[in-house]
Structures are given as C-alpha cells and as structure tokens.
C-alpha cells in the first residue's frame, strides 16, 4: 500500500517522451487503478479488523488500537496472521 501511494512516475506523465503517449496513458490508467484497488481493499481490510479488535478486548481509539489499524492499513492481510499469533486464534 505504502508503494502505491507514491505520485505517478514521470515517464507515465503526458510530458513524457520516453514512452509513446498512447502507451504512457494506458499504464498510468493502470497504475491509478491498482492504487484505488489497493486503496479500497486495505480499507475494508481495516474496517473488519476494527470488528476483530473489539472481540479482544482492544477499545476503539485506544494506542494499541491506533497502532494494529496502521498495521492493517499498511500492511494487509499479513496483519491478520500476526494477530492471530499475538493472541493465540487463528482470525483469517
């Protein structure tokens, strides 16, 4: 997510003339859609964890809830497998 979230290269601008312009917008088209994909996926990604925390006992806006949300944020579906350890269930 971290990644995806850098601006879009300068050979993907229009300005650019290390790539054909047809070419250049169709992987910029591509590299905005994956953003968003991504964007979206890690969102609900942490709108569940929320649920998950809840159940164990982490209150909603606490520090430790704050750091496993930029956890699940950032890093995905690996979060999951590293709480699951942390409290000894498996969650995913």
């Known amino acids: 997510m971290a990644l995806a979230a ?37 969102a609900a990604e942490t709108a569940w964890f929320t649920t998950q925390l809840s159940k164990f006992g982490v209150r909603f806006g606490s520090g430790a809830w704050w750091k496993w949300i930029g956890t699940s944020f950032v890093g995905g579906m690996f979060c999951f497998e590293y709480f699951g350890k942390a409290v000894g269930e498996k969650i995913w």
């Open 6 to 42: 850098l601006p879009t290269p300068a050979f993907l601008l229009p300005s650019s003339t290390v790539l054909p312009p047809r070419v250049a917008r169709y992987l910029r088209y591509w590299h905005n859609f994956t953003y968003y994909f991504i964007y979206l996926i890690h």
